[in-house]
């Protein structure tokens, strides 16, 4: 890294910068010396620029190491236009290690586009929106099932029937998960969302999680964010990826998921990707003694495309996400 720079997020300005490698502490506006950590690599060749996120979650770490390990690698004279990243989005939460703010207690991924005079968290998201994702010819968010989740390594993509839902669709196969999800329509308060309203096409991808950064995760994250620089010709190279093994469809909303009934030990009868009928149990929510005080059925047919790994479950908590193939509709 050439240089550590500290300045208000307002006066970030990318384009402004020569060529070369940069770190910056942008500090984001409100009586709290607070900042978000961003990583910049100017090209010595005009290009498109790739803005990456990772940690608006702060128990999800493996995009954190991935934009990291990328970051570490990409030299100006092989870029050719920009790669942004904000390794650690969310940094009270990650220090936390917890899935929302300890400052307010809210989500950072559903506050999107934020306030300039907001809570800590609208705050850091005002700032992403105007200074970094403001900046994307292409966004990435890097996500994971952090603590109490479990998803199959996959690529969300934009499946509208926009611009730049085509760009995103090419972008996902490129990524190279085995899993590729559609989205036809997005919530508000996401990342992805705030690309979208500024017509920038968006990826995010998921992993396992655990609380953990498994060495096979950490490949398939660099791996995919190169693929992603490769395609969008920003960095040489081939674009090695694999065909997905899964196509699917649906939303991606955990506000929509499958409810547990019931507050106990959570204790899973199917595992993530497994296809799954109406009516079939999910898995089955214990007492203190062992005794099944509530079953959780499939609604609907699809694929478990979320499971809850981490056993104590409140009610009301997300259990499952069920997805359909990409094609097939459900009720």
Known sequence: MERLITLPFDRFDPEAMGPGRYGFHLLLPGAEAMSLPVLLV???????????VAGVHGDEFEGIRALQDVFARLRPERVHGRFLAVPVANPSAVQAARRTSPDDGQNLARVFPGR?????????????????????????????????????????????ETAWGGASREAAVAFGAPVL?????????????????????????????????????????????LNLLAHLRIFPGAVRSRPPRWHLVG?????????????????????????????????????????????????????????????????????????????????
């Open 42 to 52: 100017n090209g010595l060749h005009r290009g498109k620029a790739l803005v990456a």
């Open 251 to 331: 939303e991606g909303d955990l506000e929509r998921a499958i409810l547990s009934p019931a507050s106990g030990l959570f204790v899973p009868q199917v595992r993530v990707l497994d296809h799954v009928r109406p009516g079939q149990p999910l898995g089955s929510v214990r007492d203190p003694f062992g005794k099944a005080i509530a079953t959780i059925e499939a609604p609907h047919e699809g694929y478990v495309v979320m499971l809850r790994a981490l056993p104590p479950v409140a009610e009301g908590e997300p259990i499952a996400l069920l997805a359909a193939a990409k094609g097939v509709s459900v009720s």
């Open 116 to 160: 300039r005079d907001g809570t800590v968290t609208e705050r850091l998201a005002f700032a992403l929106s105007e200074a970094v994702i403001a900046r994307a010819d292409f966004l990435l968010d890097l996500h994971s099932g952090g603590i109490a989740y479990e998803f199959p390594p996959l690529v969300g993509y934009d499946g509208s």
């Open 181 to 225: 999800w559609a989205h036809p329509a997005i919530p508000p308060g996401r990342t992805i969302s705030e690309a979208a309203r500024r017509h920038i096409p968006w990826l995010y991808a998921e992993a396992p999680g655990g609380g953990r950064i498994a060495p096979k995760m950490l490949r398939f994250y660099v791996r995919g964010v």
